[in-house]
């Protein structure tokens, strides 16, 4: 059974820095997209930023050089690491996992209809 699990939420002020984990437990196949997507109220969900077990990153413009998804070697914790946030950051944010099966022509991974998706951990940023 896969279990993902994020932590690190909570609520800053504009130009703080988060840095969210996802643990992710009972993965068995050797390559994979991992994600984080953020969804907004009254909004759709947005992927963020997409890593693969290649080691390949690609970033949503809106985060672009203020966010970096990362992982750690074992693939058993995911990173994103949120630099000078705005308050259109705010959201809840989940991270998701999948088979690897290839990258569509923007560079992000893709995933299949049924991912494995956390629970989510919000994210506040005041103004």
């Known amino acids: 059974q896969v279990q993902l699990v994020e932590s690190g939420g909570g609520s800053v002020q504009a130009g703080g820095s988060l840095r969210l984990s996802c643990t992710v437990s009972?993965?068995?196949?050797?390559?994979?997209?991992l994600a984080w997507f953020r969804q907004a109220p009254g909004k759709e969900r947005e992927r963020v930023a997409t890593?693969?077990?290649?080691?390949?990153?690609k970033h949503a413009d809106s985060v672009k050089g203020r966010f970096t998804i990362s992982r750690d070697g074992a693939k058993s914790t995911l990173f994103l690491q949120m630099n000078s946030l705005k308050p259109e950051d705010t959201a809840m944010y989940y991270c998701?996992?999948?088979?690897?099966?290839?990258?569509?022509?923007?560079?992000?991974?893709?995933?299949?209809?049924?991912?494995?998706w956390g629970q989510g951990t919000q994210v506040t940023v005041s103004s």
């Open positions: 890593i693969d077990s290649g080691g390949s990153t």
């Open positions: 998701a996992a999948d088979r690897l099966r290839g990258r569509n022509s923007e560079g992000y991974c893709v995933f299949s209809l049924n991912p494995y």
């Open positions: 009972g993965y068995t196949y050797n390559t994979y997209c």
